[in-house]
């Protein structure tokens, strides 16, 4: 699947298909393998070739039970339950060596963490704790970034990944001012929504290790 940059609602739409879609699809694979994989392609497709319909769809379905969802806080739910280390992941590397496994396991650790927040915000002494463990995960996925970059072949691959580098420090930083104004006003859903940017520049950077090593 793409993950499109300019899709509606880029971040939260383009996480819609890998924590929800895609679990679903392994429910009905349990059942029917062939029906499974057909939905699976199909949907790939249409995703790959108009980023962001996966999360039009859900919605199309949320407003038609006219249901009130946060799509932020429930996709960052969701994300927890993701099983990253699944073999079938749109955003783990397979290369062998210890630097591309540690990768895989930095950019878990920080989502994982991240997929906590909704649970946690409310509890001030819990959410605090928490930011200090955002703060130490974000710090050693840019060092595991560091030392993947080392394995990209030739400038282009490891000018692209330098990109992807700054783009994912520069919402670290929008996260942690985020967090300073929810403190002052408490608006809990912006949070959700820069913690959504968060991970998708971490899968955006997982893409690309991918694109460029395999």
Sequence with gaps: MTMGDHAPNAPVASLVYPVLIRPILGQIEKENVASSQTLRTALSRVEASHPGFTYELVMGLVRKADLSVNMNESVLRLQGSVNEADSASD???TRTEDAFQELNRKSANLKRILSR???EITDRKT???TIKEIAS?????????TEVSQFIPGMQGKQALEHRKRDFVKHSKK???TLKEYFKEGQAN???VSATYLIHQTNLIMLTVKDKCE
């Design 127 to 129: 959410f605090l704790e």
């Design 175 to 177: 996260f942690s001012n």
């Design 137 to 145: 995960a974000i710090k050693k996925l840019l060092d595991a970034v």
């Design 117 to 119: 927040i909704p649970d």
């Design 190 to 192: 912006a949070v959700f």
């Design 91 to 93: 955003y783990r590397v």
